[in-house]
């Protein structure tokens, strides 16, 4: 599995089995000592599109998965901070940007590895960007060199594809869809995906 499995009860500590509980429909982690049923969920990763004329700022990230790879600032969002609070820290974070969140751009559901990904359009406050200690270099990009070849993940291109192609048509739209594995070929390949259930919903200027 991809997402992070508990091994051992966070109660008691004995190794977990799985198994399906009583009234339930899939396999959870049961603790055979307490009988605390382990949960797992989603998680939501926020980030942010920051636009300056014809470009867009994008950071090649230091870390694993995917390292030297280009994505907006993006990641997981924390307790106790709002969908565009934590967006605007990941971006601090990542390209040590102050940003203005305009409104929320994108929402992808990944079914493979249980993550749901919020975009938002954001503005600079300051003209000052820089690598963060996740990121090896920060850049603008114009739309006509975003590197395609060299993005993070799958679900980075169909997100910059989308936002392209309104700027192209000259419409603001929210967009959510969930992208889908095929279950064949690499997961990391954009190819073996498809962008379903796209609801494009388009905003009045
Ligand atoms: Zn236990």
């Avoid at 382990?38 to 867009?56: A, C, F, M, S």
Wanted: aromatic residues 6%.
């Amino acid at each position: 599995m991809i997402v992070d499995v508990p091994i051992h009860c966070i109660s008691c500590g004995t190794m977990l089995v799985e198994q399906i509980p009583e009234d339930e429909d899939r396999l959870r982690g049961v603790c055979p000592q307490c009988g605390k049923i382990h949960y797992r969920n989603p998680k939501i990763v926020v980030g942010t599109l920051i636009e300056r004329d014809d470009q867009i700022l994008l950071c090649r990230r230091a870390i694993e998965p995917a390292l030297g790879l280009w994505t907006p600032p993006a990641g997981f969002l924390e307790m106790n901070e709002s969908l565009a609070e934590g967006a605007a820290r990941e971006t601090k974070e990542e390209a040590l940007a102050d940003v203005e969140i305009v409104r929320p751009f994108a929402r992808i559901d990944l079914t493979r590895i249980g993550q749901v990904h919020e975009m938002f359009l954001a503005r600079l406050n300051s003209t000052e960007v820089g690598a963060g200690v996740e990121s090896l270099e920060v850049r603008w990009f114009c739309w006509s060199e975003i590197p395609w070849s060299e993005l993070a993940f799958p679900v980075i291109d169909w997100i910059l594809r989308l936002r392209r192609a309104d700027l192209e048509s000259k419409q603001e739209q929210f967009h959510c869809g969930c992208l889908r594995w095929r279950d064949v070929g690499s997961p990391m390949c954009l190819d073996n995906y498809d962008l379903g259930e796209l609801q494009s919903l388009l905003l009045k200027g």
